[in-house]
């Protein structure tokens, strides 16, 4: 017996339910699929469907023009006035925050027909991934595939209720920071305007009407006022002191990709590990809005959502995770190592990984330096990318990270421009991310050009740009710039016996004059016996998310050796 369909709102009036809407012209599909989402969904959403590319058009401009919320979009290649494809890139424009999802039947990927709009439609970030159509009543594939998209999108819904609320000014720095640290550790949070009503409602509740500091609001009605990094990260469950024994036999100093394979792979073989983070989990990768090259991962992850699974699986073997803890110094004793810290007395261990990663390098121009979390970005936080909706934005770097940043502002700025030094990305940047930028219509590259000022007093205005070719230079309004160039490592607190190379990374698999043992360095071991480094803070590393996880893994593999040799 066919199901109802879910009550439409009244006319003219916005549903308080969000709407799923499935396309497909065959009709004991289209009523599978219909009983399918309002048996397992019509509780949460209204679900809507159509058998033709206009009706499906039509239905979604009226949900815009209403006020709805589209959550879910699931459309048939194949329909009787056009395709799939085009149906989704429509949905795209109307409903930025929809998911998209091809439906497809088993085997259907393997006609070329079909699978070639799919690559690109994905490509062009019009397609979000493909569905398989259900078969028979409670498709559990079909609705693994629906419930993780779903997922996707609550998560961008900034209306739904958060574990935290921030308040403060849409410009102001240190919000900026907030919304960077809780978007990066995945924390769920709302952030509104201080001069907005609902920010307004917040801060009378929370009686903080007087102050100018960002106020953070959790969930059980406790006020942070002006929080610091460690408050915020106490307030989302965070470790942020050592509790217990503070004697381990690997401390791994960075959480970004190489450092939580090291403390996957150490834990899991029995070495008691400490990852030592000072600042978010998952690094400099950590604020890629999306990596789709990334082997296992094959409709991409965020690298926040990657880290995040790789700090679980690394607890889950029982390693221990300290945040907002700096790295200070280090001493060696005997065949044991202390690390000094800003979290009390030092932390005795047998081997230490060097796994801090890098920072992007500062412009350097003044102007700009004094606009710095409010319109000039070192990275790219996912977070700020629906702040400059309908604005004028610049990406400096032609390197992966900058290739992601750029196609995920492209989703709200009205124009994106990336800035590269060089005469081409190709030298540089992946394949998928050129075509993927090449197809966007408001991404433009400018080769061999960079910035040499910038103007605005609160925010920024304007750009100088210069012709590395010719040295013309020319002004151009921007309202904000995003810089991912260059690579500062986080060494200068290391001893001089760990041998760092002219731009400040660690050597390793090179014996120094100051080399004590008679064995040869390991491939990942400085020139400090005991002490390892892996990832981007190590001197001539490949600088991808792939190897840096491949550097960690392998190292735990010499520390056995090693530690195998103490005891011999």
């Known amino acids: 017996m066919a199901l109802p369909p879910s009550a ?22 289209i009523e599978l699929i219909r009983s399918e989402l309002v048996d397992r969904y019509g509780r949460a959403y209204r679900i809507e469907i159509a058998r033709a ?16 919320q589209v959550a879910l979009v699931l459309a048939d290649q194949w329909l009787p006035d056009g395709t799939g494809c085009e149906v989704l890139a429509s949905a795209r424009e109307l409903f930025p925050h929809a998911r998209r999802l091809l439906l497809i039947s088993w085997g259907e990927w393997a006609v070329e027909a079909t699978a070639r709009p799919l690559r690109l439609g994905i490509g062009l970030g019009n397609v979000d991934y493909f569905a398989l159509k259900p078969w028979r009543a409670a498709d559990e594939l079909f609705h693994r595939t629906v419930t993780e998209f779903l997922h996707e999108w609550v998560g961008s819904d900034a209306s739904l209720s958060r574990e935290l609320t921030v308040v403060a000014d849409q410009d102001d720095a240190r919000a900026s920071d907030l919304r960077t640290l809780l978007t990066r550790n ?76 090291a403390a996957v792979y150490a834990s899991s073989e029995g070495l008691r590990t400490v990852v030592l983070e000072r600042e978010t989990i998952g690094g400099q990768a950590g604020t890629s809005s999306r990596i789709r090259n990334y082997l296992g991962f094959q409709r991409g992850i965020s690298g926040a959502d990657l880290a995040q699974r790789a700090q679980q699986q690394a607890w889950l073997f029982g390693t221990t995770f300290v945040q907002m803890c700096e790295a200070q110094g280090l001493r060696a004793d005997g065949d044991r190592f ?51 909706t309908g604005r004028s934005v610049f990406v400096v770097g032609g390197g992966n990270s900058a290739g992601q940043a750029a196609v995920h502002l492209a989703r709200h700025a009205c124009r994106v421009t990336i800035l590269v030094r060089r005469a081409t990305l190709a030298e540089t940047m992946s394949r998928y991310l050129i075509d993927e930028i090449e197809g966007q219509p408001n991404i433009t590259v400018r080769y061999q050009t960079q910035i040499v000022d910038g103007t605005g007093d609160s925010r920024l205005e304007s750009l100088t740009l210069q012709d590395s070719g010719t040295g013309k230079t020319e ?40 080399w004590v043992p008679e064995r040869a360095p390991f491939m990942f071991e400085s020139s400090m016996a005991g002490v390892f480094a892996v990832g981007d803070v190590r001197s001539g590393s490949v600088k991808r998310v792939a190897s840096a996880a491949g550097e960690g893994s392998v190292a735990i593999a010499q520390v056995h050796e090693y530690l195998q040799l103490l005891e011999s």
């Open 53 to 68: 590319s206009s009706t499906a058009l039509k239905l979604l401009e009226d949900l815009r023009e209403r006020g709805d």
């Open 338 to 388: 202390y690390l000094a810290s800003t979290i009390g007395p030092e932390i005795s261990t047998r081997v230490v990984m060097l796994a801090m990663g890098v920072s992007y390098q500062r412009l350097g121009i003044p102007t700009l330096e004094a606009l710095v979390g409010t319109s000039v970005f070192y990275g790219a936080s996912p977070s700020e990318g629906e702040r400059f």
């Open 186 to 261: 995945q924390v769920p949070y709302v952030f509104h305007d201080r001069s907005s009503p609902e920010g307004a409602a917040v801060l009378a509740e929370a009686r903080e009407t007087d102050t100018t500091a960002p106020v953070v609001v959790q969930r059980n009605g406790l006020v942070l006022v002006d929080p610091t990094n460690v408050d915020i990260a106490r307030a989302y469950g965070a470790n942020t002191a050592l509790r217990g024994s503070r004697d381990f036999d690997v401390a791994v100093i960075g959480a970004g990709p190489s450092g939580l394979a």
């Open 475 to 514: 002004t151009v309004p921007a309202d904000a710039v995003f810089v991912l160039i260059g690579a500062r490592p986080y060494t200068q607190w290391l001893p001089e016996d760990v041998q760092r190379d002219r731009y400040g990374f660690v050597v390793t698999g090179q014996a120094n004059p100051g």
């Open 8 to 29: 439409p709102a009244p006319p003219g009036h916005a549903s308080p339910m969000p709407v799923i809407l499935a396309v497909d012209d065959d009709p004991d599909v």
